[in-house]
C-alpha cells in the first residue's frame, strides 16, 4: 500500500488545532489512524495544553477520582500470608494442573527415551522430565558406556574409536584421559598414515601407565 503523504493543509490544521482537540477527532477529520496523527505530531514537536491536560477529554485522574478506592498508607493486603488460596465455585476446574503442558510446549513436547541429534552431531537420549541441559538429556554413547564399564572418571572422556559420531557400538568406544583427548585434536593436520601411528602410540603408551598402575 503506497504512503500516504501529509499536504501543507493538514500540517497546517494540525498545528493549530492538536493542542487542545482530541487526537482521535483529529484523526477521523484527516482520514488517517490515531498513530499516524500521533506520529506526526511528535515529529512536529507539538503537545497537549495543559487546560486540555486537566479537562475530562483528556481520560487523566486529577487526583480526586478513584480516591476512596485506593489503598491507604499502611494498609496490609487480606491474603497476606495465605497460601493455597482457593476461589471457590467451579474454579478448580479450570485451573492449570502442575505439570501440565498447552499450547507450543504441548507440541514439541518429547517424552522420556526420545532421541535427537546435538548441534554437534552427537546422539542424546531425553532421561528425565524435570531440570535442564544434561540433566535431562544425556549423550547415547556415555550412557553406553556407563552401562558397561561404569561411571567416566574425573578427567577423562569417551571418545569414538573411528571418529564416527554415529557409530554407537561399545567396540568403538574408548575411554581417554583429557589431556589425550587435547593432543589427538591437533593431530587432524597431519597426514592419515601419520596420524594413525600417533593413535597407536598413544594406545600403546596409555597401556604402559596402566600396566604400571596394576603393578603399583
Known amino acids: 500500500m503506497k504512503k500516504r503523504l501529509w499536504t501543507e493543509h493538514e500540517?497546517?490544521?494540525?498545528?493549530?488545532?492538536?493542542?487542545?482537540?482530541?487526537?482521535?477527532?483529529?484523526?477521523r477529520r484527516f482520514g488517517r489512524n490515531v498513530a499516524s496523527v500521533y506520529r506526526k505530531a511528535h515529529e512536529?514537536?507539538?503537545?497537549?495544553?495543559?487546560?486540555?491536560?486537566?479537562?475530562?477529554?483528556?481520560?487523566?485522574?486529577?487526583?480526586?477520582?478513584?480516591?476512596?478506592?485506593?489503598?491507604?498508607?499502611?494498609?496490609?493486603?487480606?491474603n497476606a500470608g495465605v497460601r493455597g488460596y482457593q476461589a471457590g465455585g467451579r474454579s478448580m476446574e479450570t485451573q492449570f494442573k502442575a505439570g501440565t503442558l498447552n499450547g507450543r510446549a504441548a507440541q514439541l513436547h518429547a517424552p522420556i527415551g526420545s532421541e535427537r541429534i546435538s548441534k554437534?552431531?552427537?546422539?542424546?537420549?531425553?532421561?528425565?522430565?524435570?531440570?535442564?541441559?544434561?540433566?535431562?538429556?544425556?549423550?547415547?554413547?556415555?550412557?553406553?558406556?556407563?552401562?558397561?564399564?561404569?561411571p567416566v572418571p574425573p578427567g577423562y572422556a569417551v571418545v569414538?574409536?573411528?571418529?564416527?559420531?554415529?557409530?554407537?557400538?561399545?567396540?568403538?568406544?574408548?575411554?581417554?584421559?583429557?589431556?589425550d583427548l587435547c593432543r589427538r585434536n591437533t593431530i587432524?593436520?597431519?597426514?592419515p598414515e601419520l596420524k594413525a601411528a600417533m593413535r597407536t602410540l598413544?594406545?600403546?603408551?596409555?597401556?604402559?601407565?596402566?600396566a604400571h598402575e596394576k603393578q603399583a
Open 160 to 179: 569414538f574409536c573411528n571418529g564416527n559420531r554415529a557409530d554407537v557400538r561399545i567396540e568403538n568406544l574408548e575411554l581417554i584421559s583429557r589431556a
Open 44 to 78: 512536529l514537536g507539538l503537545g497537549k495544553s495543559a487546560e486540555y491536560l486537566s479537562s475530562p477529554s483528556a481520560r487523566r485522574l486529577n487526583g480526586a477520582e478513584g480516591k476512596a478506592s485506593r489503598f491507604c498508607k499502611g494498609h496490609g493486603p487480606w
Open 188 to 191: 587432524h593436520r597431519f597426514p
Open 202 to 210: 598413544g594406545k600403546l603408551k596409555r597401556a604402559i601407565e596402566a
Open 11 to 27: 500540517l497546517e490544521q494540525l498545528r493549530l488545532h492538536y493542542a487542545d482537540t482530541l487526537t482521535t477527532d483529529l484523526a
Open 120 to 150: 554437534d552431531g552427537y546422539r542424546e537420549r531425553k532421561i528425565s522430565e524435570v531440570g535442564r541441559g544434561s540433566q535431562r538429556w544425556r549423550f547415547v554413547h556415555l550412557l553406553l558406556w556407563e552401562e558397561v564399564h561404569g
